[in-house]
């Protein structure tokens, strides 16, 4: 949370500074695919997010000392190009906040994917933010399961991830970069739609038991359109194909 | 070597004995090569290149630094390149490995030797000048990365926005002037296969050549040399490979300008 | 009908034992991206891995000859295996081989038999789910591309195909092409219109 100093506006009117409604998603567009040697790949936009996610496995796991025989081990990097932010350049590397990220990440998916068909395995899931704008855990998220169902490696849901903030009196849901440094409040969150389980949780901030409550409540009517548009992405190349020959 | 990259090599090279390119390419003709400008609005600069199946992507930003002691009124151009573990399953996570820094450094001296920026232009005033940095993604990788980068970079330098310098901030946004770009360089990278030579090798062609040589070049002369492993050229190779590399690159030359968005 | 379902999408309100779904609370949802036959009751991945099965048939590269077996590359999470003493002739690494799945042990290792030696030709990998398509109804499509390419080709199981002789670049393509489109209708048709617009090229 930045410092209140000189925190600017972030509501006028009751619209947030891009215009949006509290509970507004920013534009979304998921595309599945597009990386050659990957598995399975997929490329995302959210906002002014642009994020690409690319799979690798399953594979024989190495280093051998990393392999557990009675399933399949996930690996998992998330990461920033230099070139991301409209601020200055950044050093690339991981850095502990990236380090943090790509173990969050995983843990999403060591939940849904059904590990136990691949012992001895490793599945490399890759992260690249090319530009960001806040949130950008929940997009790599949300793209990397795409990536993850366009391998074909068996999953029990296609998890999605957004995330919600309070600004004054407000719950504001999939927070940009600005709000996200001056809201009071800030908390991602990833859901596994088939059963609504909470996959990934984090926050930081001042919220009352009551706003995560209405915090979820936007998280998961969002999360309707955000599945909505990852199932899409995942019909549609093959829905182009077909459609093709149709007739 | 893998034994599946051994048997896919032995049949790649068993072709090209025989003068023939697996997706029967001509020996001296490119991938099909596509540009997409500024499709990174946060950066000051961006473009994609792809070269058949290999992608990558370059993001320029500037940032306000002081010079180097010895060139007090010159700005600072620094290359970098990243092979990322998604473009293919033998890049791993880590530091640079010697193939990325051979990559960012071949672009630098081409883009550097052709005079493409005026360091001077990137003064600022009195101990600050702006350092322009030349990020190098590899998105997929199938063989000739240098051509793919050197694009890429070019483009994305001709897209480039200078941000302001006011009252000792950075102003990134609103009407910001185009970086100046003084000239074109491209690069043509052949691979040396036993006694035969290809323009623009495919990832199966690197993995069996024995020897490759990038030359970079603007309309007039050539501007930088790479030879990389260690398969030899003869001078009448070379002499012929400098021929084909300024007759090429005439085409490289009209996609990077026919390719502007703005 | 059929339709695209994807991981964690609801197939039936009622436990149905399909291949390549799971069954929570009495209800059967999808694993994977892959068309769902409702009439049939059949769910069959767009994307996919191999699973190895007895009796498959696949195309794998000896990796490491030692004394008393083989380890065998079969672009597979999976380790295949071949007893050196059921094999008449030694193999070398980077063979080719051709071989039938004799039992998957506990290990979930890739027990193989009867391996025959693939000599030369082009090796490619594509996405094992497309593999039956490849091959056809009753042999239909692999006969089709080997009479219209002249090219030998051997398919595996475990996505890998093998082509040499006659027109490999052509036959290529047309598996590529296959791989593309395995989920439509008409390809038979369709790759039979290509060949024949290839015709003396």
């Keep these: ?247 | ?262 | 009908m059929s339709r695209i379902v994807v991981p964690g999408e609801l197939l039936a309100e009622k436990p149905l034992r399909i291949e390549n779904a799971i069954i929570e609370d009495d209800k059967t949802y999808s694993s994977v991206l892959g068309v769902y036959h409702e009439d049939k009751t059949s769910l069959i991945p767009l994307e996919g891995l191999w699973y190895p099965r007895r009796d498959d048939i696949v195309i794998g590269i000896v990796e490491d000859a030692r004394l008393n077996s083989y380890s065998v590359d079969l672009n597979s999470p999976y380790k295949g295996i071949i007893i050196a003493k059921f094999v008449e002739t030694r193999l070398q690494r980077g063979d080719v081989v051709e071989c039938e799945v004799k039992e998957i042990d506990e290990t979930k290792t890739v027990v193989l038999m009867r391996p025959k030696v693939l000599e030369g030709g082009k090796v490619m990998d594509i996405k094992p789910s497309k593999i039956p398509r490849v091959i056809g109804k009753a042999n239909t499509m692999i006969q089709q591309i080997q009479d219209g390419t002249k090219s030998t080709v051997m398919v595996g199981m475990n996505g890998r195909v093998w082509a040499r002789g006659g027109n490999v670049a052509l036959a290529t393509e047309i598996i590529l092409m296959i791989g593309e489109e395995a989920h439509t209708k008409g390809l038979t048709e369709r790759v039979k219109t290509f060949l024949a617009s290839k015709k003396g090229v």
Aim: proline share 5%.
């Design chain 1, 1 to 247: 949370m930045g410092s209140s100093a000189n925190k600017p506006e972030l509501i006028v009117n009751g619209k947030r500074l891009d215009g949006r409604a509290f509970g507004e998603l920013r534009p979304l567009k998921i595309v599945a695919g597009g990386l050659k040697n990957a598995a399975g790949s997929a490329y995302l936009e959210w906002g002014n997010n642009k994020v690409i996610a690319g799979v690798y496995g399953p594979k024989e796991a190495l280093p051998k000392h990393t392999q557990d025989p009675e399933k399949a081990v996930v690996k998992c990097k998330y990461s920033m190009a230099p070139f991301s932010s409209l601020e200055e350049h950044n050093r690339s590397g991981p850095n502990r906040r990236a380090i943090e990220i790509s173990k969050v990440t995983r843990e999403v998916f060591e939940k849904v994917i059904l590990l136990e068909d691949f012992p001895g395995s490793e599945i490399d899931i890759y992260i690249e933010v090319l530009q960001s704008d806040g949130g950008t855990r929940a997009a790599g998220i949300t793209c990397a399961a795409v990536a993850l169902a366009m391998s074909g490696i068996p999953m029990t849901d296609l998890p999605y991830a957004t995330s919600v903030g309070k600004v004054g009196d407000h719950m504001i849901l999939d927070l940009n970069k600005i709000e996200d440094n001056y809201s009071d409040a800030d908390m991602p969150v990833a859901i596994g739609p088939r059963n609504g389980e909470i996959l990934l949780l984090q926050m930081d901030g001042t919220l009352t038991k009551q706003d995560i409550k209405e915090g979820m409540d936007l998280i998961r009517k969002a999360g309707e359109t955000i599945s909505r548009l990852q199932r899409e992405a995942l019909r549609a190349p093959y829905e182009r194909i077909s459609n093709k020959y149709k007739n």
């Design chain 2, 1 to 262: 070597m893998h034994p599946l990259r051994q048997v896919k090599g032995e049949y790649v090279k068993g072709m090209l004995a025989k003068g023939i390119r697996e997706e029967g390419r001509g020996i001296f003709n490119y991938r099909p090569i596509k540009i997409t400008h500024s499709l990174l609005p946060n950066a000051e600069g961006s473009a994609q290149v792809e070269i058949g199946n290999t992608k990558v992507l370059v993001g320029i930003k500037l940032d306000v630094a002081t010079p180097m002691p010895d060139k007090p009124d010159e700005g600072n151009l620094m290359s970098m390149a990243e092979l990322l573990p998604l473009a293919s399953p033998e890049y791993e996570s880590g530091p640079p490995s010697p193939d990325s820094i051979e990559l960012a450094r071949v672009v630098d001296r081409g883009i550097r030797a052709a005079g493409v920026i005026d360091l001077k232009s990137l003064f600022i005033e009195e101990g600050k000048v702006w350092s322009l940095f030349i990020d190098i993604y590899v998105l997929n990788y199938d063989g000739n990365l240098f051509d793919a980068c050197t694009l890429a970079a070019m483009a994305a330098l001709s897209n480039t926005r200078m941000p302001g310098y006011e009252d000792g901030k950075v102003v990134r946004e609103g009407n910001l002037a185009k970086l100046k770009v003084n000239n074109v360089v491209t690069s043509c990278t052949f691979a040396k296969v036993g006694d035969k030579m290809v323009l623009d090798p495919n990832g199966g062609e690197e993995a069996i050549m024995d020897g490759r040589l990038t030359i970079a070049n603007d309309e007039n002369v050539i501007r930088a040399m790479q030879k990389g492993l260690p398969g030899s050229f003869t001078e009448k190779e070379l002499e012929h490979l400098i021929d084909m590399s300024f007759e090429k690159s005439k085409e490289l030359r009209d996609i990077i300008v026919n390719s502007k968005s703005d």
